[in-house]
């Protein structure tokens, strides 16, 4: 008899977990809206998404025009142009309650395209072109998707704000008369991890990264030519690495330097490892006497 309610019982709890499984199979559940910046500030061409919780066929794209607004059912054109993402979506909200359709509109307002804001990056990158500003995008994201640095490229990069949308907070304290809209960037600080480098960017900026000007190597070297100064205060054993290192002909105590200074040519003797180069220079490695 026992034995008989225990199988009874264990079939009825095999039921039950099987009813439940297939409930859960059958309630609808709630997509999580992909994360976006609260900050966005939405314009003509951008593309938003509308999910609608009270009504399925609310539900869909729909694209921003000109004048900063947008067509959706049953309450006609809603403004969108120069409001955050959140905003967009308590105006939705609004116009649904207040037309009388929903008395607690359920719906969620995410970003599908961003076609408003740009970005351009020129110079030596991989990629040079316009980007489209997408959220809360900083310098590193805008060079991953310009393909990265050349070789060619110089330690900094400056970045051009348009007049007026300089973001607070980034002008630089010692930034000369005029260049209150400019921002320097050390590229060799961001990639040890400095995140201040990480500028934040905004609508039509201009990104320039510059051509490295070059240092010539040339003599008991392993392979003279010219090489890009792409960090600051580079030194002479550092402009010998870039050519390979010296020959064992070579001599570190014969190391001149051949410098332009206002248009006349200087030579400079006696010169150090640990003497900075400047752009320009040529480094010549002589041969060692024995």
């Known amino acids: 008899m026992g034995s008989s309610l ?9 039921f039950v977990l099987a009813m439940s499984i297939a409930v859960a199979a059958q309630t609808p559940t709630r997509p999580t ?7 966005y500030v939405v314009g003509a061409n951008d593309v938003l998404t509308i999910t609608s919780y009270d ?8 694209s921003v ?7 959706y059912p049953m309450i006609g054109r ?13 105006q939705v909200k609004k116009q649904l309650k207040d037309g009388g ?14 076609n408003s804001q740009k970005v351009f990056i020129v110079g030596e990158v991989r990629s040079p072109g316009m980007y489209p500003l997408s959220g809360s995008m900083n310098l590193i994201e805008v060079l991953a998707r310009a393909g990265s640095t050349l070789p060619t490229a110089s330690g900094e ?13 980034s002008v630089p304290p010692n930034a000369k008369d005029g260049e209150e809209n400019i921002v320097r960037v050390n590229v060799r600080d961001l990639e040890k991890g400095v995140l201040s480098e990480n500028a934040a960017l905004r609508d039509g900026d201009q990104i320039f990264v510059p051509r490295a000007e070059s240092v010539y190597v040339f003599g008991q070297v392993k392979s003279p030519g010219a090489y ?11 402009a010998l690495a870039l050519a390979g290192g010296i020959t064992d002909r070579g001599s570190t105590g014969r190391i001149r330097i051949v410098r332009i200074v206002n248009g006349e040519k200087k030579e400079i003797k006696k010169v150090k490892l640990t003497d900075v180069v400047l752009p320009g220079d040529t480094v010549i490695v002589g041969e060692r006497f024995f």
Do not use: W
């Open 65 to 71: 025009e000109a004048d900063g607004t947008f067509t």
């Open 6 to 14: 225990v199988k009874q019982c264990s079939k009825l709890a095999v």
């Open 33 to 39: 809206p992909a994360p976006v910046p609260n900050d």
């Open 55 to 62: 009504q399925a066929d609310l539900s869909g794209k729909f």
């Open 101 to 114: 359709f929903f008395n607690n509109p359920q719906i969620t307002v995410s970003m599908e395209q961003y």
């Open 228 to 238: 890009p100064l792409q960090q600051r205060n580079t030194s002479v054993l550092q």
């Open 157 to 169: 990069v400056v970045i051009v704000h348009l007049a007026g949308k300089t973001p607070p907070g």
């Open 78 to 90: 809603v403004k969108a142009g120069g409001l955050t993402l959140r905003q967009v979506e308590a």
